[in-house]
Nanobody, 120 residues
Framework: VQLVESGGGLVQPGGSLRLSCVASGGILTINSMAWYRQGPGKQRELVASITREGNTNYVDSVKGRFTISRDNAKNTAYLQMNSLKPEDMAVYYC???????????????WGQGTQVTVSS
């Protein structure tokens, strides 16, 4: 199983970016998906998560600005980021909890991260 993020880049304060996370590799069932971020000198923090049914959760600092969504048919999660602030600058990682029916267990997978830089 592989998770690949894309969509990061340089944006001015107040701008927008849309991150994508595609899961591949013989996947049958993706349960929850989430976006984390790690800024310079900071610990990795949960930004937003979404269940297979579409229930979402956000860290307070991004509520009203970020929107997480997913396309189950495409094994893809998205993070729409609006009104970006310098403090949003970080490497953004996605993860996915994927059920393995052979082992009858859920495993957690991480992507490699995509850089988001917010600067004028």
């Amino acid at each position: 199983v592989q998770l690949v993020e894309s969509g990061g880049g340089l944006v001015q304060p107040g701008g927008s970016l849309r991150l994508s996370c595609v899961a591949s590799g013989g996947i049958l069932t993706i349960n929850s998906m989430a976006w984390y971020r790690q800024g310079p000198g900071k610990q990795r923090e949960l930004v937003a998560s979404i269940t297979r049914e579409g229930n979402t959760n956000y860290v307070d600092s991004v509520k009203g600005r970020f929107t997480i969504s997913r396309d189950n048919a495409k094994n893809t999660a998205y993070l729409q980021m609006n009104s970006l602030k310098p403090e949003d600058m970080a490497v953004y990682y996605c993860n996915a909890r994927i059920f393995n029916p052979v082992l009858v267990q859920e495993n957690l997978y991480w992507g490699q991260g995509t850089q988001v830089t917010v600067s004028s």
